[in-house]
């Protein structure tokens, strides 16, 4: 699925396994993001390597790649 910093995820739903699996998806970001929800089109602030809008998208990064919203991912509602 992913090695070390230098792989790729095919969905947001692996980024999500993978952090869950780290132990990291509560972890504090070590910056902030602002991240536009996909499908309420809500910002909300990223607080945590895996965190929810409003409306419920889970969205995840992981630490090597938590440098830019570019790289956040969403799972989908509940996931």
Do not use: W
Request: with cysteine; hydrophobic share 35%.
């Amino acid at each position: 699925m992913h090695e070390g910093c230098s792989g790729s995820f095919a969905n947001g739903q692996q980024v999500v396994d993978k952090v869950r699996m780290m132990g990291f998806s509560g972890e504090s970001m070590p910056t902030p993001l602002i991240i536009e929800c996909k499908e309420c089109g809500e910002a909300f602030v990223m607080k945590t390597f895996e965190s929810k809008c409003d409306c419920g998208v889970v969205y995840a990064v992981t630490p090597c790649h938590a440098s830019s919203a570019d790289n956040v991912l969403a799972a989908g509602k509940g996931y």
